[in-house]
């Protein structure tokens, strides 16, 4: 079956230090997979997809993400986080043979001043 | 305007009552999606369709239904509304293996 764990609940991170929110997945075949970012009261915002190609890809405001195959995971970067990145963040995987797009619990990031 | 637009944004219904939440997208795509969020569940899907005669349950299908009137058109339906249908509802849209673009949202409370 299609899935996407999302492990951390919340994440909390100085401004300024690195951030990663962690994905894994699960899904027959080649993955399509993204992430999305919602503020509050907002609806969901796409920042950045890996259909294939480079493992390492770049999106929104400064965000990137590594696909790792062989650990199915998929987890969302900044090198530098700011308190503006303090919002929701969804991980999803779309199959490529069905083609349904599910999605992970969500991660609250806050960034501290 | 947006590309996804759900009506209404905000509606309060009794429990029983037959309601429904319209989608409309005007970016050309074929695939079209109704998710709830509920805090700490995440977005679950509920249907999706690919066509105006492709329609396919979801996750949480039950208690809802859905129409497909055009292919810029995507309705969903509470039948009977019960409580814990309270929920935001989103509406999303995208085209084979790609992103989707979402709507603003329903908050729906059932009373």
């Known amino acids: 079956a299609q899935s996407v764990a999302q492990p951390e609940d919340q994440v909390n991170v100085a401004e300024g230090n690195p951030l990663t929110v962690k994905c894994t997945y699960s899904v027959s075949g080649n993955p399509y997979l993204f992430w999305y970012v919602q503020y509050p009261n907002r609806g969901l915002q796409f920042l950045l997809k890996?259909?294939?190609?480079?493992?390492l890809v770049k999106g929104s405001y400064g965000f990137e993400a590594e696909f790792n195959k062989s650990q199915t995971s998929f987890h969302l970067k900044k090198p530098s986080a700011l308190v503006s990145d303090s919002a929701l963040y969804f991980c999803a995987v779309r199959s490529w043979s069905t083609d349904k797009l599910i999605f992970g619990t969500g991660t609250r990031l806050q960034v501290f001043p | 305007d947006a590309d996804v637009t759900q009506t209404p944004r905000n509606r309060i219904t009794k429990t029983g009552k037959r309601i429904m939440l319209e989608c409309s997208q005007t970016?050309?795509?074929?695939?079209m999606y109704w998710y709830r969020q509920d805090p700490g569940l995440g977005l679950r899907l509920i249907y999706y369709?690919?066509?105006?005669?492709?329609?396919n349950k979801g996750e949480i299908s039950d208690g809802y239904s859905v129409s497909r009137q055009a292919q810029a058109k995507f309705s969903l339906s509470l039948e009977s509304a019960i409580p814990n249908q309270t929920a935001l509802y989103f509406c999303?849209?995208?085209?084979?293996?790609?992103?989707?673009?979402f709507g603003q949202g329903t908050r729906l409370t059932v009373v």
């Open positions: 369709s690919f066509d105006v005669k492709d329609i």
């Open positions: 999303a849209t995208s085209a084979s293996g790609s992103e989707a673009f």
């Open positions: 970016k050309g795509h074929d695939r």
């Open positions: 890996y259909i294939t190609g480079d493992n």
